[in-house]
């Protein structure tokens, strides 16, 4: 029997191991395909690009954030004035026109005007009647009169427009400094050439009113002259005299 020593079997065992590991070696070596090599300029290139993207990117957000920007500010631009002070406005002038309507005996009218000054003002007529001259004049005096009396009442109106004018224009004003938009800015400026269109408008009828009763006035004066030179011409006219004819002192007597 053949006796194998312990450091022969050692051999033995560091011989086959050897040889499994150089067989087993082709198999676990890495292909050099699958080896990671680093490229700085790669690296770089890649960076940049990376770079570049988050660049376009930002811009998108920008210009997003801007095209935000631009439609607030459009809505801000179409957004009208809270305010309005039209119906205040139409009521003042309505106020004016009710009572330059109501001009007594002769109103704001052509044809009316040009009857009755053809009627009373005119020239006097050589048959009329005393009576009738009187009571002419009589009529030519309550015009002139009714005339002054309108042109205080509108005189009156205006005045008490003056207060609500005031306050229209204060709410204007303020509403115009704190517009948020461009149609908000234009809206109360318009208001405000409508608050001094009807000022204008109040300061029409006063000069009307005020030159109606005027006119009145100087149509009654020239009226009163034209009628006293035909009083004085009727007083001064000679009449038929005294003519002499029988009387009897006792009616039914014989003499």
């Given at each position: ?69 631009m ?50 003002y ?57 517009a ?29 009113a ?30 038929a ?14 003499n």
């Amino acid at each position: 029997m053949i006796r194998i020593s312990s450091r022969s079997r050692a051999r033995c065992v560091a011989s086959a191991l050897l040889a499994a590991s150089v067989a087993v070696a082709p198999i676990l070596t890495t292909p050099a395909h699958a080896i990671i090599v680093y490229d700085p300029t790669n690296y770089a290139q890649n960076v940049l690009q990376a770079a570049r993207a988050l660049q376009q990117i930002n811009n998108q957000i920008t210009q997003l954030q801007n095209e935000a920007q631009m439609l607030i500010n459009q809505a801000r631009n179409l957004a009208s004035l809270p305010i309005s002070s039209l119906q205040q406005l139409q009521q003042s002038v309505q106020r004016t026109q009710q009572l330059l309507n109501q001009a007594q005996n002769i109103a704001y009218d052509v044809h009316q005007i040009d009857r009755i000054f053809q009627q009373k003002y005119g020239s006097v007529s050589l048959s009329a009647t005393d009576q009738q001259l009187v009571s002419d004049a009589r009529s030519r005096w309550q015009n002139t009169v009714g005339g002054l009396q309108d042109a205080m009442k509108v005189q009156a109106t205006v005045v008490g427009n003056i207060d609500t004018n005031r306050t229209e224009m204060s709410r204007l004003v303020g509403a115009s400094q704190s517009a948020t938009g461009a149609l908000q800015a234009t809206q109360a400026g318009n208001q405000l050439l409508a608050l001094q269109t009807q000022q204008l408008a109040d300061l029409t009828a006063v000069i009307a009113a005020n030159g109606r009763a005027q006119a009145l006035n100087d149509a009654e004066r020239a009226a009163a002259a034209e009628q006293g030179r035909e009083q004085r011409r009727r007083f001064l006219t000679p009449g038929a005299g005294y003519q002499p004819g029988n009387a009897r002192m006792f009616p039914g007597s014989g003499n």
